[in-house]
């Protein structure tokens, strides 16, 4: 896990309190100074954006998903390697918002919407979307719209989070995708206010990178074409998605993405279509790789995947974003209803519907659904994931951990795959299986920022009896989920232990150092957290 964040504590204050401000006339903003340069370092911004992302994760308004995070992370690193910056931080997440929108933060943190995935007919098209996003982010289109806007908050992501962190002070769980909507809506105003110059090169930067990753460099065009479209005569702004009322796209805008990506798709028509690179040449000219005989055989043409079948990973996510983010009720009753018709009879479908039977407590109507997909692709990790789930919810668990065994011999550093067996493990009651599965995620928790692996790692550390371990794993999943108030609570309580050795003490003693500095900001700035409503100071 990530250090505690002490230096985000006056940033992330005064984000709060510029937003609580906001309802009042003559808003006084901080003024951190005149170049957007100097204004932040690359690790403050990424300060910025992890604690906005925290914040979300509070009020549950993010997609929370080890498959759906790794499949997102997947496309949005792909993207980014193929960039002109690909060294850069970045972090991708999924929005639950039915919304058609995406956004752009400080330290590369890129948010997508669920509803725009969910509008997307291809991989291609959701691809183009992030690399323009991606685009603004190289161009340093954040920065610049600050140093041309300098009376207002220090950075957009700013507003977004102080919105957040306001509406997690006691307006009430109903009103936390509200309080979401107007920090977007202040967000998307000053992404309106970039340049058509920054908003063009953002797109010529984005269709480059969409080409270089090998996705299909006419997709970009095409989606904001098609969500033009849905503006019906005689309708007002508000009719547009709100990719378009954050995006403005005009007719000249499309052509000219369309014209640059026929200029790359002529520029990768005239490449090479057989390795360039022969063996004798590679053998004098490359130092000796291990087990590779012949470099030729490194270049394999990708097959084409159907859409919507059970071998279209992007499809299979498209569905899984669906179900996670709406009513599993609602939607089961979609799935049903619509299956009869076989336009809308695919495998994605039929996988969108188990997931609804399963968060409904209906596994075994979910295998029915499920055997036949897998028998068509009976290698999908995906596919026998939801297997897996299946099984455990119709009370199958042998034939459940099963799978999950196989699936982690397999892919042991897999999150998914791992989260999924360490709960089952951490479910039978038994300290041998929940001493496993703490060993099982304890390697990956450095790289973690998901409050659900703090929580199972913490739950098999104190049935498998070590419940130091699962105390200090409660109090980093709070500190994860937004509550810092709580995370600290529970650290001293630890450290009053008599029974703590050199190590467990000088351990909690520096995650109470580096939580220190923040909590004092926060009681100093009175900023509302999910555990501190009212921004007192406590005791």
């Known amino acids: 896990m990530r250090p505690f964040l002490p230096r985000l504590a006056l940033l992330a204050a005064s984000a709060a309190a510029t937003f609580a401000a906001g309802a009042q006339d003559n808003i006084r903003l901080p003024d951190l100074g005149s170049s957007a340069n100097a204004l932040i370092s690359p690790r403050e911004a990424d300060q910025y954006g992890a604690m906005m992302l925290s914040q979300m994760h509070a009020l549950d308004l993010t997609v929370d998903d080890a498959l759906v995070d790794q499949y997102i992370n997947d496309l949005g690193f792909r993207l980014v390697a193929s960039s002109e910056r690909p060294k850069d931080h970045f972090k991708f997440f999924i929005v639950k918002d039915n919304q058609i929108n995406a956004f752009a933060a400080p330290g590369g943190y890129i948010g997508v919407n669920a509803g725009l995935i969910d509008i997307t007919s ?36 700013l507003v977004l989070l102080g919105a957040i962190a306001a509406g997690a002070g006691g307006a009430g769980a109903d009103a936390a995708p509200a309080v979401l909507m107007g920090g977007q809506g202040i967000l998307a105003q000053r992404q309106i206010n970039f340049t058509r110059k920054d908003e063009i090169e953002a797109d010529r930067v984005g269709i480059q990178t969409l080409a270089n990753a090998g996705f299909d460099p006419d997709a970009m065009a095409d989606f904001f074409g098609r969500m033009q479209d849905t503006l019906r005569v005689g309708e007002g702004e508000e009719a547009l998605p709100a990719l378009l009322q954050t995006h403005p796209v005009t007719l000249a805008r499309i052509s000219d993405a369309k014209a640059r990506a026929g200029a790359l798709k002529e520029r990768i028509a005239n490449r090479p279509r057989q390795p360039t690179l022969d063996k004798a040449t590679w053998e004098k000219s490359t130092a000796p790789v291990l087990f590779v005989k012949d470099p030729t055989t490194l270049v394999v043409a990708s097959a084409k995947v159907k859409p919507d079948s ?29 299956l009869k018709r076989h336009d809308f009879d695919t495998a994605a479908n039929r996988y969108g519907y188990a997931l609804a039977l399963i968060r409904t407590n209906r596994g075994s109507q979910a295998l029915d659904q499920l055997q036949p997909l897998l028998a068509s692709q009976p290698g999908s990790l995906v596919l026998r994931l939801a297997m897996a789930d299946a099984y455990m919810d ?33 479910g039978t009651g038994r300290a041998d299986d929940a001493r496993m599965a703490a060993n099982m995620l304890r390697p990956m928790l450095d790289d973690s920022d998901d409050p659900d692996f703090y929580r199972t790692y913490a739950l098999a550390s104190e049935r498998s009896g070590d419940t130091v371990r699962a105390a200090e794993a409660y109090a980093d999943g709070a500190y994860l989920a937004g509550r810092p108030f709580d995370a600290m609570e529970q650290l001293k309580r630890l450290l009053k232990r008599d029974d703590l050795d050199y190590y467990q003490r000088s351990r909690i003693q520096a995650r109470i150092a580096d939580l220190t500095p923040l909590l004092l900001e926060l009681r100093k700035k009175r900023v509302a957290t999910d555990d501190n409503p009212d921004g007192r100071t406590q005791n």
């Open 122 to 157: 291809t991989e291609s098209e959701l691809a183009g979307v992030i690399a323009h996003e991606i685009g603004h982010i190289n161009q340093n289109h954040l920065y610049r719209a600050f140093e041309d806007s300098k009376k207002d908050a220090p950075l957009m992501a």
């Open 394 to 426: 119709a009370g199958r668990s042998g034939d459940a951990m099963a799978i999950y065994k196989d699936l982690h011999a397999n892919s042991p550093r897999n999150a998914a795959v791992t989260l999924g067996y360490a709960k089952a493990l951490a």
């Open 310 to 338: 059970a071998a279209d990973t992007y499809a299979l996510m498209r569905e899984r974003v669906r179900v996670l983010s709406g009513d599993a009720h609602q939607l089961a009753s979609f799935y049903a209803t619509n």
